[in-house]
């Protein structure tokens, strides 16, 4: 039987032999790697149960988000030096599962090696198949054949689509994809920095190149050599850039402002914008020359509205995100749903984010009904017989029906069958609600008034039941 796998990715080499002679003693089978190195090692590892980072590594926040989102649902932990009080910032704190000082005490390695999981790890492409674009909808599976149609080239990409589509997501889909993977993704929002900073921010500056430039500073060009660059919100950038940036693209060089030495850029280069740039062209604000350097493999995002059929997945996806980052987390019935599917959502998936966390905190680990959405979705109505598959629902008992049982009709009418029909014939409707209402009764009174027993012997959802409850105003 194979031994537990652990990796360790750490620059340090004192604390790397160290970790390697211990867990090695211990019946682990262990692998180190540098920070340069750690990906394509890391697809060949089988039976993998722990990644460990050493603290200290370059770039340590970037390295730790890009080992989460590969994908191995594996623990992530991060060995910090005994006694140096380092402190974790809270990006970090939110990827990895837990931190460990190095070197430890046996007893307290044991604990941690006790927690780690067994299996062997998920593949990435089993795990990242949908590119980190959560959906089924026919235009988001367009967006993904052409996400693996153009990321092994180094063509330049134009991502399009209103603010909030995912834009970003679909970037580093792209990166991870490619062959720059290993290489850094580097983002930087065009419309987020005042102009006359911008030529710095993108192509760094040499120390006294204008007040306040106290030492020299990389720029993103730099800073991405041989990964990928994203121009986030390009349509924003100012007229004067868009003339050095084509330079850039044409020519593949630029030169730190305050320099006159040429530097040359390896860069895959990735814009979005939610503008519409032909109008821009004719209004005179993009150029023209640029929107043809930068639209050579265009990706337009369908709107929230347009693949309204994947909301169910993007709330199971976002409600395991923020459970996973320990923010808490909700579930929906399916009548919140069905108002939650006819609302616009101008924000899309970016409100629906920020409208779901909204809830977490709320009404945290709660279950959210149409009595629980803002106002806005209640004047919509939940169509008849309204049932989604995939969504995340609640099945055990809440605090309210577990303290609190359902209060009982004390009526002890029973409606009768009929076994034939009146001759002045019956609102069969009618009928059947009365038999349904008598039969939720008799099932709540022997189950003592706890809905989750009575929906058990009923043979229907917890959630059904209680949407019946309400409808014939039984609670």
């Known amino acids: 039987m194979a031994l537990p796998g652990l990796l360790l990715i750490d620059n340090n080499v004192s604390r790397t032999q160290q970790f390697k002679s211990i867990l090695t003693f211990m019946e682990y089978h262990v692998s180190t790697t540098r920070t340069d190195d750690y990906i394509s090692l890391l697809n060949k590892l089988d039976n993998l149960c722990a990644i460990f980072i050493g603290s200290g590594c370059d770039k340590q926040a970037t390295l730790i988000k890009t080992v989460v ?59 990242k198949g949908h590119k980190g674009l959560a959906g089924s909808s026919k235009c ?22 209103q603010s909030g589509t995912g834009k970003e997501v679909v970037a580093q889909a792209l990166h991870r994809a490619s062959d720059r993977k290993n290489k850094p993704f580097v983002p930087v929002n065009c419309g987020a920095i005042p102009g006359e900073l911008l030529e710095s921010e993108l192509f760094g500056h040499e120390k006294g190149a204008f007040t306040g430039a106290l030492s020299a500073r990389q720029g993103r060009f730099e800073m991405a050599e041989g990964g990928t660059l994203f121009l986030d919100e390009i349509g924003d950038m100012p007229m004067p850039m868009q003339v050095k ?28 914008t939610h503008r519409n740039l032909e109008n821009e062209i004719t209004e005179k604000r993009f150029r023209e020359d640029l929107f043809y350097r930068l639209n050579v493999f265009p990706i337009e995002l369908p709107s929230l509205t347009q693949r309204i059929e994947d909301l169910p997945l993007l709330i199971n996806d976002l409600v395991a995100r923020m459970e996973k980052a320990k923010r808490g987390g909700v579930k929906f019935t399916h009548s919140a749903l069905s108002l939650m599917m006819q609302h616009p959502w101008p924000g899309n998936v970016r409100e629906l984010s920020n409208f779901i966390e909204r809830l977490t905190i709320t009404k945290p680990n709660g279950l959210i009904d149409v009595i629980d959405l803002p106002e806005k979705f209640q004047q919509y109505e939940v169509p008849e017989g309204f049932v989604v598959d995939n969504l995340i629902e609640e099945e055990s008992v809440d605090l309210e029906t577990a303290e609190e049982p359902v209060q009982q009709n004390t009526s002890e009418d029973i409606v009768p069958v009929v076994s034939h029909l009146p001759e002045q014939g019956m609102d069969l409707k009618e009928y059947l609600s009365d038999m349904e209402v008598n039969l939720i009764q008799q099932a709540l009174s022997e189950c003592n008034g706890v809905v989750a027993h009575a929906a058990k012997l009923l043979n229907m959802r917890r959630t059904t039941l209680v949407e019946k409850l309400r409808k014939y105003e039984l609670s």
């Not at 623990?75 to 070197?103: C, H, Y």
């Not at 060089?253 to 860069?267: L, P, Q, Y």
């Open 69 to 127: 989102e590969l994908g191995f649902e594996v623990p992530v932990i991060l060995l910090v030096d005994k006694g140096i009080g380092f402190q974790v910032p809270t990006a970090i704190q939110k990827m990895i599962t837990q931190t460990q000082e190095w070197p430890t005490l046996y007893p307290e390695l044991n604990e941690v090696l006790k927690t780690l999981p067994t299996s062997k790890k998920i593949p990435v492409k089993a795990k």
């Open 140 to 161: 988001i599976e367009q967006v993904r054949v052409l996400i693996d149609q153009v990321a092994g080239s180094n063509a330049t990409v134009l991502v399009l689509g």
């Open 245 to 272: 940036l084509l330079r850039v693209l044409q020519e593949r060089t630029f030169e730190r402002v305050g320099s006159n030495k040429t530097i040359a850029c390896d860069v895959r280069i990735i814009a979005a």
